[in-house]
T-cell receptor
Framework: KQEVTQIPAALSVPEGENLVLNCSFT??????LQWFRQDPGKGLTSLLL?????REQTSGRLNASLDKSSGRSTLYIAASQPGDSATYLC????????????FGPGTRLSVLP | DTEVTQTPKHLVMGMTNKKSLKCEQH?????MYWYKQKAKKPPELMFV???????INESVPSRFSPECPNSSLLNLHLHALQPEDSALYLC??????????????FGDGTRLSIL
């Protein structure tokens, strides 16, 4: 059974810092991994989709890496801003889960002014 | 602005009421999903529709009844819900369930409270 974990569960940093969020999954048989942002009480906003054959994807200040063999992904946020405060979830699209997504529990990020 | 539209944004209902949640997308996607999300927990998959046919039901109680009347619209009919069903209900779509290399797009959700 595919299980996804995220470390840390919560993170608080001062504005301007670079930071890394971690995502781990137990079964490397995945199609891709997607990082989402969720603001309180809102839906999920897709940030980056990284295919199983790719090593990294970049969008603006965000960079996601994937090491499928070790079951790990990281989301790097450069020069953090208070507007980055949200919960960040990773989800893997697993071969053995009806091709559907398995979500991690999320990391709650607070960027302090 | 999200490309997946969910209505209503908030819903309060009693345990004997019947109500429906609505989800709409106009991206030409042929797979649509319902998720349930409790506070501070990740979304949990409830149903998947592929080409307007129910393909996955994750052992959801029968008081939740999904419907996909056409390729753009997904409904979730609610009847005799319990207080523990209070949650954020998220709809998502993707080009197709078998298009495994494509992302899912989520709506803003409906916040449901059962009295």
């Amino acid at each position: 059974k595919q299980e996804v974990t995220q470390i840390p569960a919560a993170l608080s940093v001062p504005e301007g810092e670079n930071l890394v969020l971690n995502c781990s999954f137990t079964d490397s048989a995945i199609y891709n991994l997607q990082w989402f942002r969720q603001d309180p009480g809102k839906g999920l906003t897709s940030l980056l989709l990284i295919q199983s054959s790719q090593r990294e994807q970049t969008s603006g200040r965000l960079n996601a890496s994937l090491d499928k063999s070790s079951g790990r992904s990281t989301l790097y946020i450069a020069a953090s801003q208070p507007g980055d405060s949200a919960t960040y979830l990773c989800a893997v699209r697993a071969h053995n889960y009806g091709q559907n997504f398995v979500f991690g529990p999320g990391t709650r990020l607070s960027v302090l002014p | 602005d999200t490309e997946v539209t969910q209505t209503p944004k908030h819903l309060v209902m009693g345990m004997t009421n019947k109500k429906s949640l609505k989800c709409e997308q106009h991206m030409g996607h042929r797979a649509m999903y319902w998720y349930k999300q409790k506070a501070k927990k990740p979304p949990e998959l409830m149903f998947v529709y592929s080409y307007e046919k129910l393909s996955i039901n994750e052992s959801v109680p029968s008081r939740f009844s999904p419907e996909c009347p056409n390729s753009s619209l997904l409904n979730l009919h609610l009847h005799a819900l319990q207080p523990e069903d209070s949650a954020l209900y998220l709809c998502a779509s993707s080009p197709g369930q078998a298009y495994t290399y494509q992302p899912q797009h989520f709506g803003d959700g409906t916040r449901l409270s059962i009295l």
